[in-house]
């Protein structure tokens, strides 16, 4: 996508994944991930995918099925970070393993689920949810 315009520049093909439901991360080797899995009993995987062929190859089990999922790259922390209904996770790129953080509550309202996370340059954190379609704050350590 151009970053001023928003226009599709190049379109890929994805191979090798089962259903991509977990947003996209780019790290600074510019390698990107994503969730893979349908919501079924068997646990979903961390999915790398090659940017320049679409290419895609699990990296591991997550540990767990996962409902609403999203994945970013936290630039400041040097990390991949998940986000699953309503809590917070370090992912594994060399296993795939989530490890959670914390949960994810807004004690100031309604917080239904996360259905996205984003990290700017700064380390700051925000996020949406399903049903009211708000836009968080998240703090990355509670």
């Known amino acids: 996508l151009d970053k001023t315009t928003g226009s599709i520049l190049e379109t890929l093909q994805v191979t090798g994944h089962e259903a991509l439901f977990g947003g996209l991360a780019a790290d600074p080797a510019a390698r990107l991930y994503s969730i893979d899995g349908y919501n079924d009993p068997n646990p979903d995987?961390?999915?790398?995918?090659?940017?320049?062929?679409?290419?895609?190859?699990?990296?591991?089990?997550?540990?767990?099925?996962?409902n609403f999922r999203s994945v970013c790259w936290d630039a400041a922390g040097g990390r991949l970070l998940g986000s699953r209904d309503n809590a917070l996770f370090t992912m594994d790129t060399g296993t795939g393993l989530a490890t959670q953080v914390a949960l994810?509550?807004?004690?100031?309202?309604?917080?239904?689920?996360?259905?996205?996370?984003?990290?700017?340059?700064?380390?700051?954190?925000?996020?949406?949810?399903?049903?009211?379609?708000?836009?968080?704050?998240?703090?990355l350590t509670t």
Do not use: Y
């Open 104 to 139: 994810i509550t807004n004690p100031g309202g309604p917080l239904d689920q996360m259905t996205s996370l984003a990290v700017d340059g700064q380390g700051r954190a925000f996020g949406t949810d399903i049903g009211n379609t708000d836009l968080f704050s998240v703090n």
């Open 45 to 66: 995987r961390l999915f790398g995918i090659d940017r320049t062929t679409g290419a895609g190859a699990v990296v591991g089990p997550i540990g767990f099925n996962w």
